[in-house]
Nanobody, 122 residues
Framework: QLVESGGGLVHPGGSLTLSCAVS????????IGWFRQAPGKEREAVAC???????SYSTDSMKERFTISRGFAHNTGLQITDLKPEDTAVYYC??????????????????WGQGTQVTVSA
């Protein structure tokens, strides 16, 4: 089970840290990824972290403002800095069997959280 938290309304230029609480068995065998879906757009990958802590970002530009971390009990965070209105989206975390790891967070993710809304507005 994956449960996201930490979303909310943020002013442009602000920062936010999202959290993904992961529960279940054999968590050490799952990669964790963060994705987002803006209104009227397709879901896109943001960042992902493997079972051994390797990190990947879907684009080089994502790496500038997004930081993924995997911590205690495999809970995973996503720090976002210098938030922009175009970052407004529902952010999801997802789990992927470790053998499916692909650079840029490609590949299928099998388990998904319900999402947390991030709204960036003045």
């Amino acid at each position: 089970q994956l449960v996201e938290s930490g979303g909310g309304l943020v002013h442009p230029g602000g920062s936010l840290t999202l959290s993904c609480a992961v529960s279940g068995s054999n968590l050490e065998y799952f990669n964790i990824g963060w994705f987002r879906q803006a209104p009227g757009k397709e879901r896109e990958a943001v960042a992902c972290v493997s079972t051994i802590g390797s990190k990947s970002y879907s684009t080089d530009s994502m790496k500038e403002r997004f930081t993924i971390s995997r911590g205690f009990a495999h809970n995973t965070g996503l720090q976002i800095t210098d938030l922009k209105p175009e970052d407004t989206a529902v952010y999801y975390c997802a789990a992927q069997t470790y053998t499916r790891w692909r650079a840029r967070c490609r590949g299928d993710y099998e388990y998904w959280g319900q999402g947390t809304q991030v709204t960036v507005s003045a």
